[in-house]
Nanobody
């Protein structure tokens, strides 16, 4: 059974940091590109970052560029999202997702497997 599990969310103050983890079971993540998405109440799910199997040129959404870093540890079958300089507008449920290939990293339709999400709340 394929499972993606996010962890590391929580409540943090403005300017703080968090590191989210996306751990996989039943799925060798080194064969998949991994995307991080987020969804705030009443808003569409937004692509935040994506890392390919080769780790060449991770992609970031404009709203997080320079503050978030995506990385992967294939030995641990885990992908991370390091989030620095957090703002209240970063508050959302964060999801990781896996795809064997993509053309538009921010399109939810590109991804085959999804985690259940982890809540990130940034207080002002």
């Amino acid at each position: 059974q394929v499972r993606l599990m996010e962890s590391g969310g929580g409540l943090v103050q403005f300017g703080g940091s968090l590191r989210l983890s996306c751990a996989a079971s039943g799925l060798p993540l080194d064969n998949y590109a991994i995307g991080w998405f987020r969804q705030a109440p009443g808003k569409d799910r937004e692509g935040v970052a994506c890392i390919s199997t080769s780790e060449v040129r991770p992609i970031y959404g404009n709203s997080v560029k320079g503050r978030f870093t995506i990385s992967r540890d294939n030995a641990k079958n885990t992908v991370y999202l390091r989030m620095n300089s957090l703002k209240p507008e970063d508050t959302a449920v964060y999801y990781c997702a896996a795809t064997e290939d993509y053309t538009d990293y921010a399109s939810t339709y590109e991804y085959d497997y999804w985690g259940q999400g982890t809540q990130v709340t940034v207080s002002s």
